[in-house]
């Protein structure tokens, strides 16, 4: 094994995300239900512990890219009132022998003893595992020479994560290339969809404020959105707003098809999702003919259009995202 200059410090494995930056991702009713409990479950601790149990700390988010991973585990980690470390697998796989091992053993230690913060405390950090199929790929059998190495390594983050005190989220877009046994030691897992009809409704006018589409125009343009990620719709209304703002400095066509034209033009569907219809037909889409030019703010709009619907009164038992009980 090669010699190790010094340790490594935890924020050398990845990025900070302080609590006070989170944004609450728009997230499918079961999704929400399920989180709501998990935060449940970890407030009310010492009630479970009184009866013998200890709140689930180490969650798997498996999901497409641009689906709200990082932005889940960004908010979860703020309503703990945690920072959250981003791990970047690059920063901790190494192709040399042992020290992957060694990273892992520095980083979880690095985690355990807490997060040094600049008035001179220590927090506990949430370890967000990021592309943690890179981490954790399938023991393969046939894998010649570096096969003992990969089994040792991935021994080790099985031995970590388990003896790890704090709470551990990590992220796949391959769900299915981790290893089982690694799999078997989280105990939640998530799947996080594609956004359905409604919960585009909502990207949308959540991505387009401070302008607002009626309520027929908000529901076709959602419906020309099928198999879009949120990140997509939000890189969508963004381009389209900051066409608004400097289209016209730049003397650009500011007509309503060549906009749209023109943001379709210069930002994609993911390759491996499929490709939107609006990203097929373009201006010819029926849902662009019902977008109102100049696009109104969502505050004109009137009162019964405004969009998205009221959520009902019974959905705010599981909203994710009220305050703490
Ligand atoms: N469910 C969501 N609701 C609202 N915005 C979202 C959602 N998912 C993703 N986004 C936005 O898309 C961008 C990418 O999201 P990210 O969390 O990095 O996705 P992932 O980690 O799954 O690839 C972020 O800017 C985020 O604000
Ligand atoms: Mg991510």
């Known amino acids: 094994m090669f010699g190790r200059e010094k340790k490594k410090t935890l924020d050398q494995f990845g990025d900070l995300f ?8 728009i ?28 709140p689930r700390r180490r969650a798997i988010f498996d999901g497409a890219p641009g689906v709200g991973k990082t932005t889940l585990a960004h908010h979860l980690s703020a309503r703990l009132g945690l920072p959250m470390l981003a791990v970047r697998p690059e920063r901790v796989i190494s192709k040399w022998v042992g020290e ?6 520095e980083l979880f230690d690095g985690a355990a003893h807490g997060l040094a913060l ?15 199929d890179a981490l954790s790929r399938q023991r393969r059998r046939g894998e010649q020479a570096s096969d003992d190495s990969r089994n040792e390594e991935v021994n080790t983050l099985l031995q970590r994560l388990e003896q790890h005190p704090g709470f551990v989220i990590a992220a796949t877009n391959f769900g299915e290339h981790i290893d089982q046994a690694i799999w078997r030691r989280f105990d939640m897992h998530i799947t996080l969809a594609l956004p359905g009809p409604v919960e585009r409704e909502r990207i949308l006018a959540r991505y387009f404020a401070p302008y607002g589409l009626p ?21 969508l209304a963004e381009n389209i707003k900051r066409q608004i703002v400097i289209g016209p400095k730049l003397g650009s066509d500011m007509g309503r098809d060549a906009v749209i034209e023109r943001v379709l033009a210069s930002c994609h569907p993911h390759p491996d999702l499929g490709k939107p219809r609006l990203w097929s037909l373009g201006a010819k889409d029926h849902a662009v ?3 109102p030019w100049p696009l109104p703010l969502a505050k004109d709009l009137p009162a019964i259009e405004a969009a998205p619907a009221p959520t009902p009164a019974t959905d705010n038992v599981v909203t994710f995202g009220g305050s703490r009980p």
């Not at 302080?18 to 991702?25: D, F, G, R, S």
């Not at 309520?215 to 719709?233: C, D």
């Open 118 to 132: 600049p008035n001179g405390t220590t927090s506990p950090v949430v370890l967000f595992l990021d592309e943690f």
């Open 100 to 105: 992957t091992g060694a990273n892992l053993g």
């Open 289 to 291: 003919s019902l977008i």
């Open 27 to 54: 997230l499918s009713k079961p999704v929400r239900g399920a989180l709501l409990e998990w935060l449940t479950e970890i407030w009310a601790e010492d009630e479970l512990t009184a009866v013998g149990i200890k």
């Open 215 to 235: 309520t027929g125009a908000l529901k076709a343009l959602a419906e020309s959105l099928e198999t879009a990620s949120p990140a997509l719709m939000r890189a």
């Open 18 to 25: 302080m609590p006070e930056e989170a944004a609450e991702p």
